[in-house]
């Protein structure tokens, strides 16, 4: 009799593993302006680089979730545009079986570093199709950026006045 008890137990226990799976990697949006073109092409002058990194998560139905990073790369003489590239990166992710707390740090930490190289590779690709040389970006530490969201979140929830 205890054998079957533990067989009962093991097999629940395999049922309620966490789990975690990519069901589909995609550009959800890409766009390339170059606004100044052709004159744009005859400026020597280096151009100043910045790039906006945000990302979002929804949950699609129990369990799978869409998570999405988007990335701006603006290019700039002085005050003439000379390339944006807005690419939105996103993926199909199932989570399973995993503690509400832990849910959180795993689309918005797990899922946009496995999404980024591919967002990394759609702006270079972009940015040298257009002419220019490429935009390489550096790695981002994903965990950081949480941390720091975070902190800003709890102090925004401090400063908020209680009635």
Do not use: W
């Not at 700039?76 to 690419?87: A, M, Y």
């Not at 199709?129 to 970006?137: S, Y």
């Not at 530490?141 to 929830?157: G, H, T």
């Amino acid at each position: 009799m205890a054998q079957e008890d533990n067989n009962a137990t093991e097999q629940d226990g395999s049922a309620q593993a966490a789990g975690f799976s990519i069901e589909k990697i995609y550009v959800k949006d890409a766009s390339l302006e170059i606004p100044n073109a052709p004159q744009i092409f005859t400026d020597r002058t280096q151009p100043q680089i910045s790039i906006e990194l945000g990302n979002f998560a929804q949950m699609l139905e129990d369990g799978v979730f869409e998570v999405a990073i988007k990335v701006t790369v603006t290019s700039k003489i002085e005050d003439k545009t000379v390339f944006l590239v807005e690419v939105t990166q996103a993926g199909i992710f199932q989570i399973r079986n995993v503690p509400e707390e832990n849910l959180e740090m795993i689309a918005g930490i797990t899922c946009p570093n496995i999404l980024f190289p591919y967002a990394r590779e759609t702006v270079s690709d972009l940015v040298v199709r257009a002419g220019f040389q490429p935009v390489l970006l550096n790695p981002i530490n994903f965990e950081a950026l949480f941390a720091q969201q975070k902190q800003q979140q709890a102090e925004q929830a401090d400063a908020t006045p209680k009635h």
